[in-house]
């Protein structure tokens, strides 16, 4: 542990023991401008490293499957973004993507990651983008599940509801209903019990829901909001990592991240391994679970000790 956490973080037990058999990991914390930063860091630390992003409103648990099945080869760390899983939840800080992506760099920074294969997934991808278009030399190779880390005109009906003024937080922080809905609408199959008990756990409240509706909020799709200039950086530095081996895991029946998405990154990575996966949505990993830790495996391979 780096820097220690308050007491009520010293375990993920105390959050929700009912799922606490789909996540058997240690706690980790890295003190950021006076808040706790959960992470995850398993495996042998000489072993390359494995760099996994969640998005909204998901956590850390989203990568559980992940972590267990490669964590004996690989170095897994997984953090959850600042107010999101057991990393803390102030309620006055930024939440702007510019943040996140600095408190990424301290923690890889701290941890003294190099020879990552990042994983991304929703907002881990511009965020951990964000990582590997200012430190390409940390990156070995990506995996990008479904995500952006560019620009898009595109804004659901159904999100674009969160972001309306009283509405969206009466909606997102008073009834949980972004958290919630995505239980069934991110995934084309249901999610089991456990999985479904194990997303909705760190956001019991309206004080705990707070990065769920600022990343809704953070959405940039004009140049006057406060993360475009962020995004635009990121995009443009995307070129940069085009020599990276690099892995698209995608479920073509996600409503979100649509696969004109995935149609995207092909064009930015054309070199791209790419696996599709029609029966899957937005929670990939769920929908097509071994199929995807089979694809991971296959590309991890000659990374494995």
């Not at 089991?192 to 809704?216: M, N």
């Amino acid at each position: 542990m780096i820097a220690g956490a308050p007491a009520a973080h010293a375990d993920a037990r105390d959050v929700a023991p009912g799922w606490r058999a789909l996540y058997p990991f240690e706690s980790h914390f890295l003190r950021v401008d006076g808040h706790a930063l959960h992470y995850l860091d398993e495996g042998p630390r000489g072993a390359p490293t494995l760099l996994l992003l969640h998005g909204n409103p998901t956590w850390s648990f989203h990568w559980s499957e992940v972590v267990a099945r490669f964590r004996r080869d690989f170095r897994v760390v997984v953090p959850d973004h600042m107010g999101c899983g057991l990393s803390d939840k102030p309620q006055g800080w930024s939440y702007l993507l510019a943040d996140h992506v600095a408190n990424l760099e301290r923690l890889v920074a701290a941890l003294e990651l190099t020879d990552i294969t990042l994983g991304v997934h929703d907002w881990g991808g511009a965020i951990g983008m964000g990582l590997a278009t200012r430190q390409p030399e940390r990156i070995a190779r990506l995996v990008i599940t479904n995500s952006a880390a560019f620009r898009s005109t595109r804004l659901p009906l159904r999100i674009a509801l969160c972001r309306l003024p009283l509405f969206g937080p009466l909606a997102v922080r008073g009834l949980n209903a972004f958290a919630r809905a995505a239980l069934s609408m991110a995934t084309a199959k249901g999610l089991e019990p456990g999985v479904a008990e194990g997303l909705l756990a760190p956001y019991g409240s309206w004080s705990e829901r707070v990065a769920i509706q600022r990343f809704v909020e953070d959405i940039p799709m004009r140049p006057q909001h406060p993360s475009w200039p962020t995004l635009v950086a990121i995009e443009e530095g995307l070129e940069r990592l085009r020599a990276k081996p690099t892995l698209i895991l995608w479920g073509d029946r996600d409503w979100c991240f649509t696969p004109a998405f995935r149609e995207e990154w092909q064009r930015r990575f054309p070199d791209a391994q790419v696996e599709r996966f029609d029966d899957a949505g937005h929670y990939v990993i769920e929908d097509a679970r071994e199929r995807v830790l089979e694809a991971l495996q296959r590309f991890l391979a000659p990374a494995a000790p």
